[in-house]
């Protein structure tokens, strides 16, 4: 060992739950604030090891624990430290180490100086991370500093280091590591250990040794209550060196016991070993110092060192590869979510994200929009999913349905279950589920076979509409959208339907349909809101039958564009979504308009969070145009309208077959048959043209009609 005095410098280990948790805040707190100091702790583990290394620092998920209380632990040394997180990999490399550890780090010289690290020792040991996260690739670039003056006076040792065991009696051994356990880990870092007249051992606080340091001092030829002092610190070295604590305990005692340290020896007891019993002690003096005030003051005035070597022992920073070693579909969680929270960084920083992801989505239909749907759902970070459906795939499916492989369709396998499967290759953490089922539909005769496997069909289609909280119409004929619009209007969920031609494309928001008295929409109102928007069959003057029947191939299939499935299927769920955040929810009002400068000053509290909310959307790729339109509701509509959902309630199944098996039940229980016999109808059906023209008694007598 050298005369003179060297200092081993420290080691830290980060856990990857350090960074795990890190990466968590960074995304729902920090986000781009580069500049905000992160507070944040570490620990030495004091458990026996049986590694000869020095113990690092360990940084792990509970170091951004605010509650520092919580995670003090009688096993382990506290370290207090501060982090700064740097938004690009350039930003860190340009970062100016001596001024980043000048600024943060200056805390110990002023803790010092105001004696408060007399009280809380733990201030001498803090330290200092400097950072960038690759959240991509879960990359962490990471470099920690332990502050300390670099213009520490030159030190010799006075005798040879020595054992603890050959400095203190088995007695005061014993005392030592009694006291050192019974210490707080924030005390374990640095405390003091003084030795009585009547030779009894006593483990205390900083500011008693210094107390009692400076009576020997001033009272020397005067009897003390104690004969030595000893200060110690924790060492996680294991060399015949110091380790690099020692630095800031001697600069302390150099500001508040000057005259004794500058030129008398200063005794020193590096604890080491997880009950003291390894430790050693060392006799320290100051090298010959002609004026101490200017060497004490050259102390506390020179710049900051204490930056760590990296594992190749070069000065550099350290790199955590964890793209391995964390959960793979946790891994899939948050990856799959970071679109979504850096929208909440600068664009949207309102947007609930909660609100969205809790959502239980019930796709009615399997087909291509069913799958584009889907897929659309998952990016908006939707983890409940039911597909229903009850037709396999084929291999005139692949190509256009994007859930489905060859395979799905050599196996024949049922539509909702490849569905099911496929999204959960994409999310292995989501809920998602597949059930075949036929959906009954007015037109299509039940028969008394079909009765048993219908009345289950209603009852399970009941509780999956309960269960969701929205339900996408993506079917591929008009009457199968028939019962769960009644289902959706008679439980007031939120309904939205998306319906294909060949170029051509409708998108729409079912009304709310939470009104007992049936009343009459407001048919001048220019954008109408909730429980005056209509359903997808309130334009209808017939009710929905049999599609099927009669047709050729091209007739029964939808023979569409390939591109237009996942337009629509876009607009659908950006629809929802709009919806969602929302100020009135499914209340809000409907956009009309295409463009934001047609919008005038009254029309912009029609805005939510993302924009406006239209009622139904209509486009067509013959033109590439796309229009906002609107439906009000219809009092006499087969699907929605007040008597169809009355009916419902009442009769349930029996409602259903004399839909499905009674030719015109719906027209006459919705009174549209009575409506269409009217000689007047052509007359007013041109009123409601010209509604701005009519007389105000014939506007409350149209009001409802088709």
């Known amino acids: 060992m050298s005369k003179f005095v060297k200092f081993t410098k420290l080691r830290t280990s980060t856990d990857h739950t350090f960074w795990a948790k890190f990466a968590e805040l960074k995304i729902d707190k920090f986000k781009l604030d580069e500049k905000a100091v992160i507070n944040i702790s570490g620990s030495y583990d004091l458990q026996p090891s049986n590694e000869a290394n020095m113990k690092p620092l360990v940084l792990d998920f509970s170091s951004f624990n605010e509650d520092v209380d919580s995670i003090l632990h009688t096993s382990s040394v506290f370290c207090c430290g501060k982090m700064i997180n740097k938004n690009t990999l350039e930003a860190f490399k340009q970062t100016h180490l001596a001024a980043f550890i000048e600024l943060l780090g200056r805390d110990i010289i002023e803790s010092i100086k105001d004696g408060s690290s007399l009280k809380d020792p733990s201030k001498l040991s803090l330290f200092l991370l400097l ?36 400095e203190f009696t088995a007695a005061h051994l014993e005392d030592l590591s009694k006291g050192f356990l019974q210490l707080n880990s924030k005390s374990k870092n640095y405390f003091a250990v003084l030795i009585s007249c009547e030779n009894n051992m006593i483990v205390t606080d900083l500011a008693t040794g210094v107390n009692a340091l400076e009576k020997l001092e001033v009272y020397e030829k005067e009897p003390q209550e104690y004969n030595e002092v000893y200060f110690a610190f924790y060492d996680p070295c294991t060399s015949s060196e110091p380790g690099w604590p020692l630095r800031n305990l001697l600069s302390l005692l150099f500001w508040h016991c000057p005259t004794h340290c500058f030129t008398k020896v200063i005794k020193v007891v590096s604890i080491r070993g997880n009950k003291a019993q390894k430790s050693i002690v060392y006799k320290l003096r100051v090298k010959q110092c002609e004026n101490t005030k200017k060497a004490r003051d050259s102390l506390f005035n020179s710049h900051l060192v204490g930056w760590e070597s990296n594992t190749n022992g070069k000065l550099g920073p350290n790199i955590a590869d964890l793209s391995d070693a964390m959960d793979p579909t946790r891994l899939s969680d948050r990856a799959i979510n970071l679109n979504l929270k850096l929208m909440k960084w600068r664009l949207v920083p309102n947007l609930d994200l909660e609100k969205i992801s809790s959502l239980k989505c019930l796709l009615l239909g399997a087909g291509t929009l069913g799958c584009s749907v889907a897929r659309v759902l998952l990016g908006w970070g939707v983890s409940n999913i039911t597909f229903v459906d009850n037709s396999n795939v084929s291999h005139s499916n692949t190509v256009r349905q994007s859930l489905y492989s060859h395979q799905d369709a050599v196996e024949r396998k049922f539509k909702a279950h490849a569905a099911k499967d496929a999204l959960l290759k994409i999310r292995p953490s989501m809920n998602v589920e597949g059930v075949v089922l036929h959906i009954p539909m007015p037109g299509h005769v039940v028969g008394e076979s079909m009765m048993e496997t219908t009345q289950e069909a209603l009852a399970k289609l009941e509780e999956l509409v309960n269960s969701s909280d929205v339900v996408f119409f993506l079917l591929d004929s008009r009457e199968a959208r028939w019962l769960p619009t009644v289902l959706c209007a008679a439980t007031h969920k939120i309904a939205i339907n998306a319906a294909l031609g060949f170029d051509s494309f409708t998108v729409q928001r079912h009304g709310t349909r939470n009104s007992s008295v049936p009343s009459s929409p407001d048919l001048e109102e220019k954008n109408p809101c909730g429980p005056d928007l209509g359903c997808y069959f309130c334009n209808d003057v017939t009710q929905p039958g049999n599609s099927q029947t009669d047709r050729t191939l091209d007739q029964q299939c939808t023979v569409s564009r390939p591109g237009l499935s996942q337009i629509a299927a876009g607009l659908a769920v950006e629809l929802l979504v709009a919806l969602l955040q929302h100020p009135k929810g499914i209340e809000a009002g409907a956009l009309m308009g295409n463009n934001r400068e047609t919008i005038n000053s009254s029309d912009a509290e029609l805005a939510g969070l993302l924009g406006g909310v239209p009622h139904t959307i209509r486009g067509s790729l013959w033109n590439y145009d796309m229009q906002l339109t609107i439906t009000h509701r219809f009092t006499s509509c087969t699907a929605c309208s007040l008597p169809i959902v009355t009916e419902y309630k009442n009769r349930g199944l029996s409602f259903v077959l004399d839909a499905c098996n009674v030719p015109n039940y719906l027209e006459k229980l919705s009174g549209l048959e009575q409506l269409l016999k009217r000689p007047d109808l052509d007359e007013l059906c041109y009123t409601l043209d010209n509604l701005s023209d009519a007389d105000d008694d014939d506007v409350d007598e149209l009001k409802g009609a088709p």
Not at 148 to 163: A, D, N, S
């Open 131 to 166: 950072a960038y996260s690759d959240l991509k690739k879960y990359k962490f670039y990471y470099w920690v500093a332990h502050p300390t003056p670099l213009e520490l006076p030159e030190m010799y040792y006075e005798e040879p280091q020595r054992p603890v065991d050959e």
